[in-house]
Every structure is written in C-alpha cells, then in structure tokens.
C-alpha cells in the first residue's frame, strides 16, 4: 500500500523519524520527495533508515527525466546492509564531475569486489578528488589485495594521493611486502620504480625477513628491486641476509655476497652514501 504524498510530506516536516515510521509504504512519496528544495534532506535520512529494501524505488527513479541525480546516488551508496554497486558504476563516467565524485563516493561505500575493481581504474582518473576517493576506498582496506592500487596510486596518483597511499603502505608494514613483490612481475615500469622506492622504507625486522625472500625468486623483475632495495638500507640490516650466503642456488649466494661486501664497506666509513647497485651491474638474468 501506497501512502499519499500530502501525508509522507507533513510527516517529512516533522522530521525523518517521523516520515521513517510511516514504513515502506511511504517510500515512493519519500522518493520522489527528493525533489523537493526544502524536504530532501530529511527525505534523504529517511530513506536511509528504511534501509536497503528502498533500493529498486531509488534505482527506478533514477532513470527518470529530471531526477536528482547526485542526490539519489548519495542515498543508494549510504543503504544497508550494502549491496552490488553495478547499477552505480555508468555514473563513474558521467560528463558531470559532481555526479561522477558522488558517484565514487557511493560506490567506495558499498564496498566488494566489483567496487574494487572500479575504483582502482580510478586511480589513474585526471580527477584529482576521483583519484583521493579512489585512494581513500584503498587506504581502508587491510586486504593485501589493496596494496597494488595503492602503489599505483603512488605511481600515477599524483602528489597528494600518491603521498597519503604511500603514508598507508608504510603503516601496513609487513603486510605489504609480499603484495608489492608480487606486484614487481607487472611490465609497467612506472609501477615497478615506484614499488622500488617503497621497498627501500620498509624498516621493521618482519618487513626485512619477507623483503630479503624476495632475493631468492628466480624472476629477475623480483629479485633486481629487492636487491637494490638491500643495498639501500643501513649495516644493521646485515644478519637477515647472512643465512643466504648457504643457499643452494649460486645467483643466490652471489646476491647474499655483494650485499655483505657493501655493508663491510660502509660499516669501515669506505663510503657511507654508496649503494649495493653501484658496485657494478649484476650479470644478464642473475637479478
């Protein structure tokens, strides 16, 4: 049963809760009431604690001629419990900035997968509030799966995201060495030279004892940046790597041994500002 529009509206001038016991029979009064220059914010707050089951009457409104657009999207991204963005993600490439950050906002809301994936092809947007959306969704996340975006936040995001995505790797710590070395297999040398210098901060022993297995990957785009990431880092460092020098593989033992000959030479004073990769260029395919 439908409520009437005269009544959902003096309820609205009561306020959301009030206009919210009507129950769901007032949703399509509530719906289109977000029209309405003076009662959409309470028609908007309603609708939220009516909660997901308003949905199909926003969505259907939504493709209506003369809809409140940013309005609507604001609401849909702010139901519970959250549901599948799709619906939402045509608006990611409206011609109208406002529509597509109200968008982003509502879909980094709703969250899963499908969000995922929408905003890390945000992180490379001309937008700059895109891509701090897109960073921000990222930057909440302890999933390793949201390392990689990050660091392509890093590479591509600019000067402000990149600078806060690069602050949230190095608070995951630990947690982000092994996705950043996956990440190392990618052919995008931009990515790869930003994950080369985000390697180079990690510092706490965990992060260390993941950074120094890396030189154990037969896969050169792995094991050159942990190699060169090493090289970087202070003598203290020397005793995560000393085990290696018994490793099986030759390439191994080779990479374990230049790297304690640079910290030799460095804890002697010989050359304090020099770095494991300037003492020559490893052999084709050994790094």
Not at 78 to 89: E, F, M, Q, S, Y
Not at 143 to 168: C, I, T
Not at 215 to 230: G, K, T, W
Not at 235 to 246: C, I, K, S
């Amino acid at each position: 049963m439908f409520l009437g529009a005269w009544r959902v509206r003096r309820r609205l001038r009561r306020g959301p809760e009030a206009a919210a016991a009507l129950g769901l029979g007032a949703v399509r009064a509530l719906v289109r009431a977000l029209r309405d220059l003076d009662l959409h914010r309470a028609a908007a707050r309603a609708l939220i604690q009516l909660g997901a089951a308003c949905r199909p009457a926003l969505l259907a409104e939504l493709s209506r001629r003369g809809a409140p657009t940013r309005r609507i999207l604001d609401v849909l991204g702010r139901l519970r419990p959250a549901a599948d963005p799709g619906p939402l993600l045509d608006y990611l490439h409206d011609p109208r900035p406002q529509v597509r950050r109200t968008a982003a906002r509502s879909v980094h809301r709703q969250g899963g997968p499908l969000a995922h994936r929408a905003l890390a092809a945000m992180l490379v947007d001309p937008d700059d509030e895109m891509r701090a959306i897109a960073v921000a969704h990222f930057s909440r996340s302890t999933d390793p799966r949201s390392v990689k975006p990050l660091a392509m936040a890093v590479a591509y995001g600019g000067e402000f995201a990149g600078r806060f995505a690069a602050a949230r790797i190095a608070e995951l710590g630990a947690l982000a060495v092994a996705p950043l070395l996956d990440a190392l297999r990618s052919q995008d040398e931009p990515l790869r030279a930003s994950i080369g210098k985000l390697l180079e901060a990690f510092d706490d022993p965990a992060a260390i004892v993941i950074l120094c297995k890396g030189l154990e990957e037969d896969d050169p785009r792995i094991s050159r940046p942990v190699f060169e990431a090493l090289g970087r880092k202070p003598f203290a460092v020397a005793p995560y790597v000393q085990h290696l020098g018994g490793h099986p593989d030759a390439r191994v033992r080779e990479l374990a041994a230049r790297l304690q000959a640079h910290w030799g030479a460095e804890a002697s004073a010989a050359g304090p500002g020099a770095v494991a990769s300037e003492r020559g260029p490893l052999p084709a395919g050994q790094a």
